[in-house]
């Protein structure tokens, strides 16, 4: 009876420690992302740079791992160390990344450069990333089972997966919405050091058990109720405005929203970047003021984005004028409403504004599906630039598509872009070109304005649009209307034929290409533009990979994967070598996958911020699956490399599924409920393949490592992903396109498959 108890306690403290470890991990890679997304350029370059170290890192720790174990059972009080220090590290990780603005010297919403970026990051990151790493190998050798270490470690892989997918479920559905990133912390810490106390009492006497017990529940309950807790969140928050007084911050599902004041001037900023300063009577008359006036006579108006601040109560000066104004998150029109003087607020309520809450996209397709054509005289979208690839879709021949249905035949479409008035250099050319040739696949007519910002007019009617600054002025005296800025004193400037005729000659159609759903090359552009305001090696890199064909893609993958995979089979243990060549690719692959069916999912159902935690749930779920039938597998008989090469055939027949699907998708009629349960459907069968992929061949890795490579397979399952986390979103896919990326992928997984045909006993000899 006492051993059953001690097996149950052992298997219980098992589980626990592996979902908890899991679950610690996801739930801190997003916190921490949020965070860094305030304190960086929250571009797809950025993120993919974040991702790349997380997993890297990670994979560095695992490797250590082997390291710190030895041959014998790692005793759980060394085991608590790691936790304690896990729970530590989450902690101190988000105060640091609250002064990186210090640290780096950078003014608050000031542009960072990839390399300050990368530098920061991989230092900021690296503790809490390598105890996480180094906590997974040690948790196959502390337990004491009646099995081998292969089970052991391809057990915590299936329980950390199911942890992981918690973790993301919990923190997208109840944790944001309801507490803080430092809540969230604060509650990862005690989850932790819990735990830690637990692992630290399994050998100890009563007494000392009792008092450890004691102390540690003490020290859990005073940090958060004690004001310690909202004084170093307030603190440390407010090292991100490095003196600009911030009277307001909030974390929503859709990222942070803060406050500043200085004296009479408002700033309101999302992610770090601000989105409106009040009072800014510019950008607000520059906003709607030159779209409405293109139109003779505007009775119905939808503004997507960018009503605070000015725009809407300028809209509002256009007597008879309807507006409905589209903004995804309620927590920006409610900070509006808290902080905006009266004029604004008003505005927001008028009786002509009608708000919705919900994606931009989403809503013109869902007035498209109402059969609402003909909707809208001018449409505005006042978004900021397609700097990722979430606002790109707004800027794609698609949306644009979607936007003329909508808009009445003497209709007036605008949107701007960032600019410079006297100088368009060759990496700004090519990114307004790109739009402007997009625009003219899908409209009769469009025209520039010049300025800081540029000003995009489209219309289905050929000879509606116009540029010269006196019919502007005449129709601002017909209707009333007093501005500041978009007046006689300040159009025969900037509207001067001298200034239209320069930048019509910088952004010739010819020297740019469309912006489609499905190959995002405008915010590849923009990130080429984002480089070059810092003198650092991506600018001529990027600037060098544009010009490359995608052909050279497709050799250079293969050609280096071919490398990878001869070195493995003629050097050392070629059986060994050819499992972590599958482990590796498995990694490589399962990221890239994951990013494109998000992309996907993004783009074709319209919206994707309240989906995204189920989304990396059934991905890990998946996981979980996959772990769970190869560990059963094994058990009942022994694993080997025909059965790998059965599951990496099935990885391929899902990639060219997957192909198949997305062009279906795009070139056909499929309902919402269609695309979003295929596409979720997708996720898990990715997670399922990519979890019985790195079980299986990890088991063949082990057979022959079992004394010292515990974490080995696991470190090149994270080196793989961490390669193609910064591959794919930042540079492939709005390169080549997700279509001609996943062809890629498709031939890396078939030169695979080949080298798993070799004979057992040429992999022997």
């Given at each position: ?52 170290v ?19 059972p ?7 160390l ?10 101190f ?33 690296s ?27 391809n ?8 942890g ?26 005690s ?58 911050s ?9 406050v ?5 001037q ?6 770090g970047l601000?989105l ?22 505007p ?7 960018g ?10 000066k ?48 869902e ?51 960032s600019?410079?008035?006297n100088?368009i ?23 520039v304005?010049p ?17 010269d600054?006196?019919?502007m002025?005449?129709?601002?005296d ?23 005729t ?12 469309t912006?489609?759903?499905l190959?995002?090359?405008c ?7 984002w480089?070059k ?10 600037i ?11 050799v ?7 490398i990878?995979?001869?070195v ?11 499992a ?33 935690g ?18 059963k ?5 022994k ?11 099935l990885q ?21 409920v ?24 990890n088991?063949?890795?082990?057979v022959r490592?079992t ?31 997700i ?14 498959l080949g080298?798993l045909?070799?004979?057992?006993r040429?992999?022997e000899?």
């Amino acid at each position: 009876m006492q051993v059953n108890s001690q097996k149950f306690s052992a298997t219980a403290g098992f589980l626990l420690a592996s979902v908890l470890l899991g679950f610690s991990s996801m739930t801190s890679q997003i916190v921490l992302f949020r965070e860094m997304m305030v304190a960086f350029y929250g571009n797809e370059l950025s993120l993919g740079v974040m991702l790349s170290v997380w997993l890297l890192w990670v994979g560095i720790g695992s490797a250590l791992g082997n390291r710190i174990a030895d041959k014998k059972p790692y005793p759980l009080r060394k085991l608590s160390l790691w936790y304690f220090l896990i729970a530590i590290a989450g902690l101190f990780t988000v105060i640091l990344i609250r002064f990186s603005k210090q640290i780096l010297g950078t003014a608050p919403a000031e542009i960072v450069g990839f390399f300050p970026m990368f530098i920061f990051s991989f230092g900021a990151m690296s503790f809490l990333c390598i105890c996480l790493g180094i906590a997974f190998v040690l948790n196959s050798k502390s337990w004491k089972f009646d099995e081998s270490l292969i089970f052991l470690v391809n057990r915590v892989y299936l329980w950390e997966s199911l942890g992981a997918g918690l973790g993301g479920f919990l923190v997208t559905f109840i944790l944001i919405p309801h507490f803080s990133n430092f809540k969230i912390v604060v509650f990862l810490f005690s989850a932790n050091f819990l735990f830690g106390v637990f692992l630290l009492t399994q050998s100890v006497n009563k007494l000392t058990k009792a008092l450890i017990w004691m102390i540690g529940i003490l020290l859990i309950v005073a940090f958060p109720a004690s004001p310690v807790d909202e004084s170093l969140d307030l603190f440390s928050a407010t090292r991100m405005w490095r003196g600009l007084p911030l009277v307001y911050s909030i974390d929503s599902k859709y990222g942070n929203i803060s406050v500043t004041r200085q004296y009479e001037q408002i700033t309101f900023y999302e992610n770090g970047l601000m989105l409106f300063s009040y009072p800014d009577d510019f950008s607000a008359e520059e906003a709607v003021h030159f779209a409405l006036l293109e139109h003779p006579h505007p009775k119905s108006l939808l503004l997507i984005g960018g009503g605070l601040g000015g725009a809407l109560s300028q809209a509002l000066k256009y007597d008879g004028l309807k507006i409905d104004y589209v903004e995804i998150d309620p927590e920006l029109i409610m900070t509006g409403e808290a902080y905006l003087p009266q004029v604004e607020t008003e505005a927001l309520k008028n009786l002509r504004v009608g708000i919705h809450l919900i994606d931009g996209r989403l809503f013109v397709k869902e007035k498209l599906k109402q059969k609402k054509e003909n909707s809208y005289d001018v449409i505005i979208l006042n978004l900021p630039d397609p700097y990722t690839a979430q606002l790109n879709r707004f800027f794609t021949f698609e949306f644009f598509g979607m936007i003329r249905s909508i808009l009445n035949q003497d209709g007036v479409f605008s949107l701007k872009l960032s600019s410079a008035e006297n100088y368009i250099s060759q990496e700004l050319s090519l990114y307004l070109s790109t739009i402007y040739r997009t625009l003219r696949s899908c409209f009769e007519e469009v025209k520039v304005l010049p300025g800081s910002n540029n000003i995009f007019l489209a219309s289905k009617t050929k000879g509606l649009l116009f540029d010269d600054w006196k019919i502007m002025v005449q129709r601002l005296d017909q209707r009333k209307i007093s501005t500041r800025f978009v007046n006689q004193n300040f159009l025969p400037n900037r509207l001067s034929p001298l200034r239209i005729t320069f930048l019509e000659d910088a952004i010739c159609p010819e020297s740019g290409r469309t912006n489609h759903d499905l190959k995002p090359i405008c915010y590849f552009y923009n990130s080429i533009l984002w480089s070059k305001q810092f003198k650092s090696l991506e600018k001529p890199v990027l600037i060098f990979l544009s010009s490359v064909g995608p052909g050279w893609f497709m050799v250079v993958a293969f050609v280096v994967f071919s490398i990878i995979f001869f070195v493995g089979i003629s050097f050392g243990s070629r059986s060994s070598n050819l499992a972590l060549a599958a482990i590796l690719v498995a990694g490589f692959t399962s990221i890239f996958v994951e990013i494109i069916i998000v992309l996907s999912f993004q783009i074709f159902h319209g919206y994707i911020y309240s989906m995204i935690g189920l989304i990396f749930t059934l991905f890990m779920l998946g996981l979980v699956g996959g772990a769970a039938i190869i560990q059963k597998i094994a058990r009942n008989r022994k694993v080997s490399f025909r059965g790998l090469f059965f599951v990496q055939l099935l990885q391929v027949i899902f990639i060219i599924s997957l192909l198949v699907l997305i062009w279906q998708f795009a070139e056909a009629s499929v309902s919402q409920v269609q695309i979003m349960l295929c596409l979720l459907l997708l996720i898990t069968i990715s997670g399922l393949l990519s979890g019985m992929e790195f079980t299986l061949a990890n088991h063949l890795f082990l057979v022959r490592k079992t004394t010292s490579k515990a974490g080995t397979g696991y470190s090149v399952d994270l080196f793989g992903a961490s390669l193609s986390s910064i591959l794919a979103s930042a540079i492939l896919i709005p390169l080549l396109g997700i279509p001609t990326t996943l062809i890629m992928i498709l031939l890396i997984n078939l030169l695979l498959l080949g080298f798993l045909l070799i004979p057992t006993r040429l992999r022997e000899a």
